[in-house]
């Protein structure tokens, strides 16, 4: 109670002084300062009595008295806070010092705790902005009153509101914490900061506080000791320093900035100083270039005063030194060039030739040798000539390496280099199988029967033949991989176990599945090292409803001996691109798919062809009886289709019948 009957008296007091220092504001007594918006932050929390606020609010009315209040002078806002914060009225509210008094007459005290943190918050983010008529360029300045210590932190939202450019004066009454308002006040403390403790204080507050606001010009009113610049703000002063000075600890003196003692220059040579800049120079024999910064000797090449062959390198001033060119040398006297023989020299990683140019050379081969991409190595092509192969029959170069093959009609043995028979021969095979929904399942079990007759035809064993299969039609599926079974037996057991996939036709698709997965080591391919011959056989029963070139191009690249049997529907150009050369004995076309049987035993002429001696070629399809034979089968077909469509027919007017007779 008696802290605050002495704010009450204390703010009574300063209204008393206000009122006897200084004769009531007229219109010429107007304090005449720059334009200012000025914002009153005031405590209304419960420890604030009635009549104590009063007080407050007579206090600030009457420093409004002595302000040039408008629009274009001074602004005034004014924001109450205890537990929470409310802005009484913004910058832009009043234009006028009645409808200012009025509106401050109106405040009814909140009367709760005393979060100043919070308010100081408010007063920076919603009092002091545009919206609510704060101007650009124009001093922010914030009067806060309080009488007891913040319930929340200040210092941080304090200093943040100061970096923005808010000035602060903190008035403390009675028993208000001294920290708190140095932590909220701008520096320097002793003009913002303020603790009511005597009416003399209040009496130097009202007064300071206006001098500042009406712009007392302290530079020419006051002894401030700035040695070169006094740069007057108001109620305040700092000293500043001339282009090239900086302003000392003291923050009045101020020194020359030799930007050469400290480094901050780009002379190559000498670094002239003046304060706050720098000249650069050169020592003696040099000459400053056009660059300001840099230097050159006095060029005795230049002026042609050499008898250097190439190349003259200026040293110093007088001095020279011969260089050459890329590639060249200099020679004993100093002057004159030689070429650099990195050849002759030995200075190269050539493995056969190497060809000489001035400092470089380039890499070649010896006659039946490449050149590799690493242009330095070489690559024999014609190996079969230059070692021992060992080919039984005949050897076939391929870079850095060759390969041996056999005649037509024999097979490569598991050495990589002898010939012999079907059953003595071992192979790879892959059955790739035709198992679209044209193909039917009566006749998916041809096909599988024809699988059998090829497994028959061949002598099958983990060290010998070895079988995979896989069927496709819209997608991929591998029935069995080679390592999967070593007899014949578990091999047709297992085809007859197969089922019918139906729907479409992706050759493409199954060609490539065929050289990337069922011809891998994985799925039990031998390695290629071994030279096991690799065979595909490819059934179908029409066409491809993607592309086969590629994967048939690149499994025939790949050494795979491709063959193609077609039947019914089968695209023979279609069936000509998968099958390896020779065409004629690696492609295979029937009509019908009861036929099939026959192209399998046929297929022994090239697997097998000492087993096939005198057994019935497979049917050219391009000869004229077999085209006879194919006309007479599709019109045999429409035929069919025509009796089937008519029955249909008939069927439908039945029905209908049956319909209007309901009606």
Request: aromatic share 6%; net charge negative; with cysteine.
């Amino acid at each position: 109670m008696k802290q605050l009957r002495a704010i009450s008296g204390f703010i009574l007091l300063t209204m008393a002084v206000l009122a006897t220092a200084r004769p009531k504001a007229g219109p010429e007594q107007k304090c005449k300062s720059g334009p200012v918006d000025l914002v009153f932050l005031i405590d209304s929390s419960r420890s604030v009595r009635p009549h104590e606020f009063e007080t407050m609010r007579k206090f600030m009315i009457d420093i409004l008295n002595t302000l040039d209040i408008g629009l274009d002078t001074t602004r005034v806002g004014v924001v109450q806070y205890s537990s929470q914060v409310r802005s009484e009225f913004f910058l832009k509210t009043h234009s006028k010092l009645d409808s200012m008094v009025k509106g401050i007459n109106e405040i009814i005290p909140l009367a709760q705790g005393t979060m100043t943190g919070l308010a100081i918050k408010y007063m920076m983010n919603e009092a002091f902005t545009i919206e609510q008529g704060d101007r650009p360029k124009v001093p922010n300045v914030a009067v806060i009153v309080t009488d007891g210590r913040p319930q929340d932190r200040v210092a941080e939202v304090a200093a943040e509101a100061r970096e923005k450019g808010i000035e602060i004066f903190a008035v403390g009454v009675a028993r208000a914490d001294m920290a708190s308002l140095r932590a909220m006040a701008s520096p320097p403390f002793e003009d913002h900061v303020f603790l009511v403790e005597s009416f003399d204080l209040i009496h130097q507050f009202g007064l300071q506080f206006q001098d500042k606001l009406c712009g007392v010009d302290l530079c020419l009113e006051s002894d401030h000791g700035c040695e070169h610049i006094c740069e007057s703000s108001p109620g305040s002063y700092q000293c500043l320093c001339l282009s090239g000075y900086t302003l000392n600890d003291d923050g009045k003196t101020c020194a020359a900035i030799d930007l050469c003692a400290e480094g901050k220059h780009d002379c190559e040579q000498v670094c002239v100083s003046s304060p706050g800049s720098f000249t650069c120079d050169c020592n003696k024999g040099y000459q400053l270039n056009d660059d300001k910064k840099t230097c050159s000797t006095i060029d005795l090449c230049a002026e042609g005063k050499h008898d250097c062959e190439q190349i003259c390198v200026n040293m110093a001033p007088g001095v020279f030194t011969c260089d050459c060119n890329e590639g060249y040398t200099l020679n004993e006297d100093e002057k004159s060039c030689a070429p650099i023989d990195l050849c002759a020299e030995g200075k190269h990683d050539c493995e056969q030739i190497c060809i000489s140019a001035p400092g470089v050379f380039t890499c070649d081969c010896n006659k039946g040798f490449k050149l590799n991409q690493d242009k330095k190595t070489c690559t024999n092509m014609e190996m079969c000539n230059t070692v021992k192969h060992g080919c039984e029959h005949q050897c076939v170069n391929t870079p850095g390496s060759y390969y041996c093959i056999c005649p037509e009609g024999q097979l490569l043995q598991e050495d990589g280099k002898s010939c012999g028979t079907c059953k003595s021969a071992n192979i790879d095979l892959v059955l790739v199988i035709d198992g679209s929904k044209s193909v039917r399942p009566q006749n998916f079990e041809l096909v599988k029967k024809f699988v059998n007759q090829v497994v028959d035809s061949l002598d099958v064993s983990a060290h010998g033949t070895r079988v995979g299969l896989v069927q496709y039609s819209s997608r991929v599926r591998t029935e069995f991989p080679l390592n999967k079974y070593h007899t014949a037996e578990e091999i047709k057991a297992a085809v007859m176990k197969v089922e019918y996939m139906e729907k479409g036709t992706m050759t493409g698709l199954s060609l490539k599945h065929m050289l990337e997965n069922s011809f891998s080591e994985t799925e039990g391919a031998r390695p290629a090292s071994r030279n096991i011959p690799r065979v595909g056989l490819v059934f179908t029963d029409g066409r491809s409803q993607d592309d086969i070139s590629e994967y048939a191009k690149k499994a025939k690249e790949a050494g795979i001996t491709m063959y193609a049997v077609g039947v019914g529907k089968a695209v023979e150009d279609e069936l000509r691109e998968i099958a390896s050369e020779p065409v004629e004995k690696h492609f295979y076309y029937t009509t019908d798919f009861s036929a099939i049987s026959t192209i399998a035993e046929n297929l022994k002429l090239n697997i097998c062809p000492e087993e096939s001696q005198g057994e019935i070629e497979v049917k050219d399809p391009c000869a004229c009886e077999n085209l006879v034979e194919f006309q007479q089968a599709t019109m045999n077909s429409l035929e069919q289709i025509t009796q089937k469509l008519s029955g249909m027919t008939v069927r439908l007017e039945q029905l209908e019948n049956q319909l209007l007779s309901r009606k």
